[in-house]
């Protein structure tokens, strides 16, 4: 599938380790927007409803994450599927 990478990603025990790659690492452009994808998916996974584990720990703390990465957020904005942004974007200091 096409989010396969992303939803292997989007996991908190991943999370130190997008984070270091976004801020330290030269990556290709696709790597750094599936990775981004990755971050908007865990907040979205700990947002919806029918998750009944979701964590709202993790969910501020990405949301923190990627409010300071913004900028590296705007530049992914056309791979983050619709319905993520929906939910996610809202809850992100985010401006077109």
């Known amino acids: 599938m096409e989010q ?4 292997f990603l989007s996991d908190e ?7 270091n790659i976004l801020d330290n ?3 290709l452009d696709h790597k750094h927007n599936v990775l981004m994808n990755a971050l908007c ?3 979205y996974d700990n947002s919806v409803k029918e998750n009944q584990e979701s964590n709202i720990h ?3 703390r990405v949301i923190t994450e990627i409010n300071k990465r913004i900028e ?5 904005d056309d ?3 619709d319905y993520i942004k929906k939910v996610v974007y809202p ?6």
């Open 79 to 81: 791979w983050i599927m």
């Open 4 to 7: 396969d990478e992303e939803l």
């Open 13 to 19: 025990k991943h999370l130190e380790i997008m984070l």
């Open 41 to 43: 998916i865990i907040v």
């Open 58 to 60: 993790l969910k501020n």
């Open 72 to 76: 590296k957020l705007k530049l992914a």
């Open 25 to 27: 690492k030269t990556i």
């Open 91 to 96: 809850q992100l200091n985010f401006e077109k």
